[in-house]
């Protein structure tokens, strides 16, 4: 980051005061105006609710560009690591900033494998959900009881602490969404197999039993692994944000995930892919489609196109054109090839995307358009969808986590508001309102 004598001048058109506001360069993407001093200079607030135009930290793990629908893991183009790459050498490249050596990776890929079992009482705690509790609301309970087992680890500003925090988190998540899932199921828990990789081992802890062999089938561990990637990291989306906010105030890693998963289940965000797998069933056929495409235009109804839109891409969202190629080699592999949802959703995209409403707006399908479809065709419960995009992005909320921590700018986050409500008043005895 850099700053030169490139600045913005704000003036007081009442007192005629001014005051200068340095402007900060990134490596890439725009600039910032640095409003660091701007209350304590002018008395003001600055004002942004959403945060839609508000830098919240200095970054060097994920760039986006959403005009040209460009995402780089730390300098990497997501196209490329989908395509050559692997999900734990991509959580070693977000973790430590550059790709591994091959003897780097080996390691790595050794230590997350030997952190993926659970405490064994952490089933205990299963038996407090019901059977039918929505696979989000058991993660959310798991991974923030997990800071009630690993006291060995929770010293925050030791960077061994946190080393070994960062790789639990990455090694137990999929261990504990497959718990999640079992548990809804009624069906035994499988344990990790330290033999498997980390998508084959995921797909193993949900699919295998103990009455027949699993077979792993090598396309949708593929997909599986790519799924992952595309999920791993996005700047400073909600759940990453809540994640950042929560750690700065010093919890503990596992606390602070177990924050982030909860902001990932709404609907706006994580919960999308659920949602949009939800509508897609709800048009129920493509001669419908045109019908809902007027209902997410209409401002008096509520609808919105689910997996359409995007805070930031205003172009296509990288993520789901990837998305879509895996969906068709995942259906071909498993002989699918008249899905009546992936027709919705071809349709549903044509029609959107040709549409002015839509063309104006900038909306284009997101990461969760297709996800779904494919989550679906490998046997996945939509309920899971969520919780699947919560293991993949555990790995992007722990190096946001730890970039936050390791900043020597870092303090604790304490935004301010407009304050619109009564002004000072007195009490009045009960006897004379
Ligand atoms: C993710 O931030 C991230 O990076 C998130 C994520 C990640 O990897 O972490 O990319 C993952 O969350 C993807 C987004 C998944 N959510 C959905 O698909 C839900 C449907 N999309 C919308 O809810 C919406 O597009 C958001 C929430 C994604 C973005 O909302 P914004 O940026 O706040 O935009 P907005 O609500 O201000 O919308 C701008 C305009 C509005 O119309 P006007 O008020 O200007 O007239 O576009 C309209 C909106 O009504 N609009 C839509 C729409 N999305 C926005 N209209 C119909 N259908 C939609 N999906």
Sequence with gaps: MSSNEKSFTLTDNSSGKSWELPVMHGTLGPDVIDVRKLYADTGCFTYDPGFTSTGSCESKITFIDGDEGVLLYRGYPIEQLAEKSDFMEVCYLLLYGNLPSAADKVKFEHDITYHTMVHEQMQTFLRGFRR????????????????????????????????????????????????????????????????????????????SNPCEEYEMDPVLARAMDVILILH????????????????????????????????????????????????????????????????????????????????????????????????????????????????????????????PYFIEKKLYPN?????????????????????????????????????????????????????TGAEKRDYVDIKKR
């Design 132 to 207: 039918d509790a929505h696979p989000m609301a058991v993660m959310c309970g798991m991974v923030g009881a997990l800071s009630a087992f690993y006291h060995d680890s929770l010293d925050i500003s030791n960077p061994k602490h946190r080393m070994v925090s960062s790789y639990r988190m990455i090694a137990k998540m999929p261990t504990i969404a497959a718990l999640a899932y079992k548990y809804n199921l009624g069906q035994p828990y499988t344990y990790p197999k330290n033999k498997l990789r980390y998508a084959e081992n995921f797909l193993h802890m949900m699919f």
């Design 232 to 355: 791993a990291d996005h700047e400073q989306n909600a759940s990453t944000s809540t994640v950042r906010l929560a750690g700065s105030s010093g919890a503990n890693p596992f606390a602070c995930i177990a924050a982030g998963v909860a902001s990932l289940w709404g609907p706006a965000h994580g919960g999308a892919n659920e949602a949009v797998l939800n509508m897609l069933e709800e048009i129920g056929d493509k001669k419908n489609v045109g019908k809902f495409v007027e209902k997410a235009k209409n401002k008096d109804d509520p609808f919105r196109l689910m997996g359409f839109g995007h805070r930031v891409y205003k172009n296509f969202d990288p993520r789901s054109r990837v998305m879509r190629t895996q969906c068709h080699k995942v259906l071909d592999a498993l002989g699918v090839h008249d899905e009546p949802l992936l027709e919705i959703a071809l349709e549903l995209e044509k029609i959107a995307l040709e549409d």
């Design 367 to 419: 990461v969760d358009f297709y996800s779904g479809i494919i989550f679906k065709a490998m046997g996945i419960p939509t309920t899971m969808f969520t919780a699947l995009f919560a293991v993949a992005r555990t790995v992007g909320w722990i190096a946001q986590w730890n970039e936050m921590i390791e900043d020597p700018s870092q303090k604790i986050g304490r935004p301010r508001q407009l304050f």
